[in-house]
Nanobody
Framework: QVQLVESGGGLVQPGESLRLSCAVS????????IGWFRQAPGKEREVVSC???????HYRDTVKGRFTISRDNANNTVYLQMHSLKPDDAAIYYC?????????????WGQGTQVTVSS
């Protein structure tokens, strides 16, 4: 059973950057497509970005040009580099294995990491 552990969340001011990490164990990252999702209080969980097993990235429109997803297969880690953070980006961020880039496509979830964007 694959396990995912997120890290890197924290409190930042608007306009600042954060890099989230998703460490994958119990499987070889090469074979997995991984998604980053987020859920803000009172809102539904939504997809932020995915990296397919061939490395192809996908982004939701509101983060294009600000967020970059990358994968280090040798170290079984997926990253989400976030720049120009906005208050609307504040949420708990989760990584997950996916068979398609959507909440419905998730196979296994991580426990989440909190991102707070506030002045």
């Amino acid at each position: 059973q694959v396990q995912l552990v997120e890290s890197g969340g924290g409190l930042v001011q608007p306009g600042e950057s954060l890099r989230l990490s998703c460490a994958v164990s119990g499987g070889t990252l090469n074979y997995y497509s991984i998604g980053w999702f987020r859920q803000a209080p009172g809102k539904e969980r939504e997809v932020v970005s995915c990296t397919y097993s061939d490395g192809t990235p996908h982004y939701r429109d509101t983060v294009k040009g600000r967020f970059t997803i990358s994968r280090d297969n040798a170290n079984n880690t997926v990253y989400l580099q976030m720049h120009s953070l906005k208050p609307d980006d504040a949420a708990i961020y989760y990584c997950a294995t996916v068979d398609r880039c959507s909440v419905e496509g998730v196979d296994s979830w991580g426990q989440g990491t909190q991102v707070t964007v506030s002045s």
